[in-house]
């Protein structure tokens, strides 16, 4: 049964704002046989033109020239069918059809050239200028290669004045810079798509486009940071959208192009169906040829053999993708070359696959899985011995670097070792002993198998008669014991020692960096035995009270070298981790200062990062960002070339902390990346990662970038849902919900705060339910989801009241108020004015009980209320004060918008100074009900003593706003006077 025509102009109003892609031109093809159901040749052409927009926004916009065919026919056999706004769009879709054509590479390069002579001839007798003639034949002459003819047509281009008929300025900006990119002058095609870029040229695909071809440019002259946002910003705007799939690929691309392969894969897993052959071939091919490179850089970087997403029907490697990307992209560029008898399609085919990448790595700030490569074996020992003499250089060194101590002498005794392997037995005791030991200090993966190797090492050195050093060895095997969870017994091997080596030093058979070293061992393996289990007053007096002798001993010592000085650093380090456990971070930050004033002083760099480190958390848990700011900062410089991966990430967390603390959002923002990145190299992506992702969003957001912001926030909230707390939940999607309110994506912005109120409405606190059902609230009502707003606002209402917040439900009952009064009912103004009454009853009920530091505020919500009722009057009421106004309906309304307005001074005259603001923008509301009521006197009184209230040089907050509302009063009104 085929639909009214009203119906069927209904149906293409909706299917217009369908989102792109088959199902939207499905239904556009249907509507196209409805509306030649209904016989109306003007439902016929809007029909068709919808065909039209929804294939050229879709991956069929080969299906264009059929109906395009149809309504130019319609146009040359009935042109007073079409109105003006028809005709605007018959020649506006010319340049879509001539320019889709040439996207075919099976339509002939003769019949591409006779279209576009076609919409010549037909601009020319419409009277449109030459300019989208001259940009059309531009696209034909650059894509087949003729580049004297495309910087003919460029030229001419651009000296066209534009006119009714010249592509959107923004499409025309990204074709213009696009060129010059691709002449090789980068900074001057970024200047061209500045405007673009800043917001100031939009359409339904840009800044969309351009934010994805300005990627390499970017990259290519070293502006990494506005590359990052670019991907960030322009990735988010195009992941939904059917048509992008050349923009996918340039996404693409660059991550391959900037060490992000990881992203790049997961990128190219949300759209599967781009691999499909559709009517679009020079997106496919644009698609391709970023697919080809990344699984190139994929082998390259021995993942070949890794699963990857790929056409649908079968499971693909990088390596199998790589061949059938590249041998597609060839295919079908090879398609457009032997129509346009030129070799340039392919050429820039092969440039894009064969690239090489722009940097080593650009971090990105979004979580994406870790690619590693397997390790490589290492070198197979050689068979043969070393020379005698070598094996002793090596020993000498490594026993130097460990008396003087010096970095390095982990690696030094690594490399003896591998020189004496196979040899041993022509070694002395002592030498094989010092071998055992070292070698037992890297199994820490093995904490049984150490404990064996440290006692062999502790027999051999009994052997040679170095009791003290068994000692050490045998206090190292307890150490081990205590990481193998066998702790009672390992405290009872470091007592034991301890109590040896004491009596030993007496003897003056003990070593004192001996000694230092077993005093901290035991106190390692205490600590370790305090932080595994419950803590009981009785074991951390027993660590604190080892901690005590150790840092006494080492200071008695230090005399004897450097040696003692590391050891009094880490007795120090150990004390301060220990208070900052217990909650003093106070002596925490002195012990960690003495640390590094002891590292210092003596030049023991490689101890440097801790001691920072540990005074940079300990003086962020006193309150002194500042200090934990420039302590982060020293430890990672001293710590550049020794930190672990995992370490690296905390510092720049704790940097980032200490920098948001201080309001610098913008490093804090550097650092917060830093981590993430560094997080997601030590592979803790989900936890330490997550945490530095979500204070990446938090700085970005701060800093109103929220494009940005809100890409981190989504690409985050998965992992912070599977590992983290639900307080970090909550936070990213409140601010997520925010981010999505500055982008008008008021919907999404309602759901973010919604399912954050989920989880906080179990909380004991209910704070945090009752803002967040309030912003949802909010959200609800600027989407225009007018009945969930409703019942949001009534449960956040119900929400404070709950917590005995009388100014937060009174804005609410405010907000319900002007919801009620946009319903198209008849009851509804009534409905409305009673919840403004009962804002007011609430409000001066709230006043009167207030506290006197209570009563500033309830006093601008009570006033804020008799403003607002009299917006709603005046508003709502039909007509104005006049002629018209002949039953006195609209003056009756004013003159009662007039009294909430004069009610609303006098409130907050009663305030003072304070509320100043507020009082003269109620004024100022009165002065032009006064104007509308024609007392134009008593509208400049009012207007000319809001001027009295606000001097000349006053220039800061509502200051300038006021003065210029209250001259343009008084200007007004003695017009109207006149």
Not at 255 to 274: K, Y
Request: aromatic content about 6%; hydrophobic content about 45%; some cysteine.
């Amino acid at each position: 049964m085929s639909l009214s025509v009203s119906a069927v102009r209904q149906a293409l109003q909706e299917n217009m704002n369908e989102p792109e892609g088959p199902g939207r031109n499905a239904g556009a093809e249907r509507l196209v046989d409805e509306a030649g159901a209904c016989g109306d040749a003007r439902l016929l052409i809007d029909a068709l033109f919808n065909l039209l927009s929804a294939y050229n926004f879709s991956s069929e916009s080969q299906k264009m020239f059929v109906p395009f065919a149809r309504v130019l026919r319609m146009w040359d056999e009935r042109p007073e069918d079409f109105d003006e706004y028809a005709a605007h769009r018959l020649h506006w879709m010319f340049k879509w059809v001539s320019s889709g054509m040439l996207d075919q590479p099976d339509i002939p390069l003769a019949s591409v050239e006779k279209w576009h002579a076609e919409m010549e001839h037909r601009y020319r007798l419409a009277g449109h200028g030459e300019r989208a003639v001259r940009q059309g034949e531009f696209r034909i002459a650059r894509d087949t290669g003729d580049t004297a003819r495309a910087e003919r047509a460029f030229t001419a281009w651009l000296a066209a004045d534009r006119d009714r008929m010249s592509d959107c300025h923004a499409c025309e900006l990204h074709t213009q810079g696009s060129w010059l990119d691709r002449l090789g002058r980068p900074e001057e095609a970024l200047k061209i798509w500045a405007p673009v870029l800043a917001g100031e040229y939009t359409c339904a695909h840009e800044p969309h486009v351009v934010l994805a071809a300005s990627l390499l440019p970017l990259v290519r002259l070293g502006r990494t940071d506005e590359a990052r946002a670019h991907h960030l910003r322009g990735y988010r705007m195009i992941r939904d959208m059917e048509s992008m799939r050349s923009t996918v690929g340039d996404h693409i691309e660059f991550c391959a192009l900037t060490g992000n392969e990881a992203r790049a894969l997961e990128i190219l897993a949300e759209h599967p169906g781009h691999f499909a052959p559709s009517g679009d071939p020079d997106t496919l091919l644009e698609f391709l040829g970023p697919v080809a490179l990344l699984a190139r850089r994929l082998t390259e970087l021995g993942l070949g053999g890794r699963s990857v997403p790929g056409p649908a029907g079968r499971e693909w490697t990088a390596a199998e993708l790589h061949a059938y990307a590249r041998e597609e992209a060839l295919a079908v560029a090879h398609r457009f070359d032997r129509r346009n008898g030129s070799t340039v399609t392919s050429a820039r085919a092969l440039e894009r696959m064969d690239a090489e990448p722009l940097t080593e790595r650009l971090a990105l700030g979004v979580r994406a899985e870790r690619l590693t490569t397997a390790p490589r074996p290492a070198p197979a020992p050689s068979a043969e011995a070393p020379p005698v003499g070598d094996f002793q250089e090596l020993l000498a060194t490594a026993r130097r670097l460990t008396e003087e101590p010096a970095p390095g002498s982990t690696a030094a005794w690594e490399a003896a070792s591998r020189a004496a392997r196979g040899h041993e037995d022509g070694l002395d005791a002592l030498t094989r002993a010092e071998l055992a030991d070292h070698d037992a200090m890297r199994l820490v993966d093995g904490p049984e198998e150490a404990a064996a190797r440290f006692r062999e090492a502790a027999g051999l050195y009994e052997e040679a008669g170095f009791p003290d050093r068994a000692a050490g060895a045998r206090a190292r095997g307890a150490l081990a014991l205590s990481f193998g969870g066998r702790a009672e017994e390992a405290r009872a091997a470091a007592d034991a020692e301890c109590a040896l080596l004491r009596a030993l030093y007496d003897e003056g058979r003990a070593a004192p960096r001996i000694v230092a070293a077993v005093l901290l061992y035991r106190c390692r393996v205490f600590h370790h035995q305090l932080s595994s289990g419950p803590v009981e007053a009785e074991s951390l007096a027993a660590l604190e009270a080892a901690l005590d002798e150790a840092i006494a001993f080492a200071e008695e010592h230090l005399p004897a070298g450097r040696v003692m000085s590391g050891r009094l650093a880490d007795a120090l380090h150990l004390r301060g981790e220990l208070a900052l456990g217990t909650g003093d971070p106070a002596r925490a930050a002195e012990l960690f200062g003495r640390a590094v004033e002891v590292t210092d002083a003596t030049d023991l760099a490689w101890y440097a990062p801790e001691a920072r480190s540990g005074l940079a958390r300990a003086a962020m848990a006193c309150g002194d960002p500042g200090t934990a700011a420039e302590a982060a900062r020293s430890a990672l410089e001293h710590g550049a070339d020794s930190l672990e991966e995992a370490h690296v990430a905390q510092l720049h967390m704790l940097l980032s902390e200490a920098l948001t603390a201080t309001g610098r959002h913008e490093p804090a923002a550097e650092h917060a990346l830093e981590a993430a990145h560094w997080a997601d190299q030590a592979g803790e992506g989900d936890t330490l990662g997550a945490w530095a992702r979500l204070t990446l969003g938090g700085a970005l957001h701060r800093l109103g970038r929220s494009e940005e912001a809100a890409a981190v926030l989504e690409t985050v909230l998965p992992d912070l849902e599977r590992v983290h707390g639900e307080g970090q939940v909550v936070q990213a999607r409140w601010w997520l919900g925010e981010c999505l309110v500055e982008l008008r994506d008021f919907r999404e912005a309602a759901g973010q705060f919604l399912r954050a109120a989920a989880v906080a409405q179990g909380w004991e606190d209910q704070q945090d339910h009752a803002v967040l059902a309030n912003m949802a609230a909010d959200c609800l009502d600027r989407a225009g989801r007018d009945e969930e707003a409703a019942r949001a606002y009534e449960r956040a209402e119900a929400l404070w009241r709950g917590l005995g917040r009388p100014e937060a439900y009174v804005r609410v009952l405010r907000a319900r108020a002007w919801l009620a009064a946009r319903q198209e009912e008849d009851d509804s103004l009534t409905a409305a004015r009673e919840l403004m009454a009962l804002a007011e009853r609430e409000g001066a009920a709230a006043l009167e009980a207030a506290a006197d530091d209570e009563r500033e505020l309830l006093r601008g919500e009570l006033a804020g209320t008799y403003r607002q009722t009299g917006e709603l009057i005046v508003r709502f009421c039909e007509g104005v004060p006049g002629d018209e106004d002949d039953d006195g309906t609209a003056r009756a309304a004013y003159e009662e918008g007039l009294a909430h307005a004069v009610r609303a001074i006098g409130v907050l005259a009663a305030g003072g100074p304070a509320l100043r603001d507020q009082r003269t923008a109620a004024e100022l509301m009165a002065a032009w009900l006064e104007v509308d009521l024609g007392r134009a006197a008593a509208a400049a009184a009012r207007a000319g003593a809001v001027l009295a209230e606000y001097g000349e040089d006053e220039t800061e907050g509502a200051a300038p706003a006021r003065r210029a509302e209250a001259e343009n009063v008084v200007k007004y009104a003695t017009q109207q006077g006149d």
